[in-house]
């Protein structure tokens, strides 16, 4: 019986995850983490992973638990009288007797690299996916498939997450690597002082600069580039670096708030360099990865916070995590101050400064895609992809439309924001789109009415 459990416990994930709707994210998140532990007596142990996702044993029994007795009955026919959960910190804990000769030797400290920063933190949604797979792929192999690794998107979205995570995670697996990580602004500064004490090309002064960074780097993290492109003479040197390494077949990790392509400033030679590697985005957070990061800072906290309230937030908090993780915190602290209950009105108080009911929110390209997404209840890695079925195709020549039409943005940024699209592609849609204006057909002046509203509620 056990081990036709364990034979057909994949195929029994992903039956819950079919049959009770279970998001992306929250399957990544918490039911990929389980496995069976033991069964006796008719009791079946779950045995929960809770390495990266902090205390979610409450959580994950109240919401999981009957979802999971009824998928192993369905797939296997077992029906077990008890599903009982146990995590993985819980039984480390009971372990308390250590072989002290299988201590592993302390890791060296980094005070630049965030030890919290690592991949076990870091929620993938599906506005992160690629750039977290080929972040873990750099971290396993440096200087070997992918190099350099260029990773772009707005502020507080999770570049420099990665980027310390790969850091974290080469550290762990060998501690000998050297890895620097240094902000493009301190890098800068490094060079300006460095040419500042110089006589010449070969002072004293250049040459430490260069050893710190060309002879003795495994592994170059630089974060925002783009406070470095214009500048020239800190161009020129940190390209000489970069050559270098990746000739070395060192590695290089690069983060910076636009694509190389859009750089106006940069040297096409230097933009092909850029590209030579992979080039990864983050976007805006999806109203399921704000949930699934919301949920597992309140299991951190061991806090139970109805989901109406963490709904709230979710909803209204939009624009980047950074934001959206001061917005909880900020809510838990101010609970704590007022000793008072989280509810929904201490929320609204908590967050007064943030979340106006009067206030305007700003139309932006991520804003409209998300709308879109969720009128015509299709995913937004649906409309960035290249599927042309026309539950797709239809809404994605709608989002261009929209962001043509409601934003300033030029359409070669559209394209760019929406799956690397060509800015002819963006112009088709938008035409295809007119098109139906012009023949009035009823469906898509409705459906652009509503949206409408929906971005641009008056």
Known sequence: MENELRQNWDKILEHMRTEFLISDVSFRTFIKKLSVYNIQNNVLTILIDDTGIGNSKSFIEQKYSSFLSVSIEEITGIHYEQISFIALSELDAKNTEKDTSAIKPQKRFHPSINPQYTFDTFIVGDNSDFAHAASLKVAEEPGESINPLYIYGGPGLGKTHLMHAIANYILDHDSSKRVVYVTSETFTNEIVNALRGSKNEHSQSLEEFREKYRENVDVLLIDDIQFIIGKESTQQEFFFTFSYLTDSKKQV??????????????????????????????????????????????????????????????????????????????????????????????????????????????????????????????????????????????????????????????????????????????????????????????????????????????
């Open 253 to 458: 990790i690069i983060t910076s708030d636009k694509h190389p392509s859009n750089m106006t400033m940069l040297d096409e030679r230097y933009r092909s360099r850029f590209e030579m590697g992979i080039t990864v985005d983050i976007k805006p957070p999806t109203y399921e990865t704000r949930m699934a990061i919301l949920r597992s800072k309140v299991e951190m906290e061991h806090l139970h916070i109805d989901d109406s309230i963490l709904d709230f937030i979710a909803s209204n908090i939009i624009s980047n995590i950074r934001e959206l993780q001061g917005a909880i915190n900020q809510v838990i602290s101010f609970s704590r101050l007022c000793g008072k209950e989280i509810t929904m009105d201490l929320t609204k108080e908590a967050l007064s400064d943030k979340i106006n009911p009067n206030m305007k929110r700003p139309i932006t390209i991520d804003y409209i895609l998300e709308t879109v997404a969720d009128h015509f209840n299709v995913s937004v890695k649906d409309i960035l992809s290249n599927k042309r079925s026309n539950n797709i195709a239809y809404p994605r020549h709608i989002c261009m439309y929209l962001c043509r039409n409601l934003t300033t943005s030029p359409l070669a940024e559209i394209g760019n924001k929406l799956g690397n699209r060509h800015h002819s592609t963006v112009l088709h849609s938008c035409e295809f789109i007119e098109h139906k204006i012009e023949e009035k057909e009823e469906e898509t002046i409705k459906n652009l009415d509503v949206l409408n509203k929906k971005i641009n509620p008056e």
